[in-house]
């Protein structure tokens, strides 16, 4: 027959059991939490890694061929004077742009890319479509977009949100090399 002493030892060693379980599953959640947020901050990074990389290859492409940039900066100005080929150029700098954006639209969307990242780009981008040029290709492209991004640079289009004085001061800069 089992002492008292005996008895009392196993329930001890049952209830210092079940604390040790609840610590170690304490320990594994938030262990699990802190990989997930690594996690996290990882995707954000090389999400945005991606659309810069997607940008830095058509600013590349526009600082280093004369021909291209030229049809860009006269195309988003106004896409009447160039000629069908030349629009047709224009057509694929813009889808290459715009498919940036999109990218981090739908990023920002799922959470995987920064808000303030976003922010920064969406002002880009209604300053871009601010453009006569580039909403002329926008509403005569032959291939859509997502719908949620559509619906984003429609309003963009329909309520603009570009600053006018940035604008401003790049026209100027253009033209006399000055803000």
């Given at each position: 027959m089992p002492s008292g002493g005996a008895v009392m030892d196993q329930e001890l060693l049952k209830i210092v059991a079940t604390y040790a379980?609840?610590?170690?599953?304490?320990?594994?959640?938030?262990?699990?939490a802190s990989?997930?947020?690594?996690?996290?901050?990882?995707?954000?990074?090389?999400?945005?890694?991606?659309?810069?990389?997607?940008i830095a290859a058509v600013q590349s492409r526009l600082g280093t061929e004369p021909t291209a940039s030229g049809i860009f900066s006269r195309g988003v100005r106004d896409a009447s004077c160039l000629d069908p080929a030349e629009?047709?150029?224009?057509?694929?700098?813009?889808?290459?742009?715009f498919g940036s954006f999109?990218?981090?639209?739908?990023?920002?969307r799922r959470g995987t890319i920064p808000p303030q990242v976003w922010d920064r780009w969406a002002a880009t981008l209604a300053w871009w479509i601010s453009l006569p040029g580039v909403r002329a290709w926008w509403q005569s492209k032959p291939t859509p977009f997502t719908e949620g991004f559509s619906r984003f640079v429609?309003?963009?289009i329909e309520k603009p949100a570009h600053d006018s004085a940035a604008a401003a001061r790049w026209q100027s800069f253009l033209q006399q090399g000055e803000a």
């Open positions: 379980s609840v610590v170690a599953v304490v320990i594994s959640v938030v262990n699990l990989q997930v947020r690594r996690h996290t901050q990882s995707l954000y990074s090389q999400n945005y890694a991606k659309a810069l990389d997607r629009r047709i150029q224009l057509t694929w700098i813009l889808y290459e742009i999109e990218f981090m639209f739908e990023e920002a429609e309003t963009r």
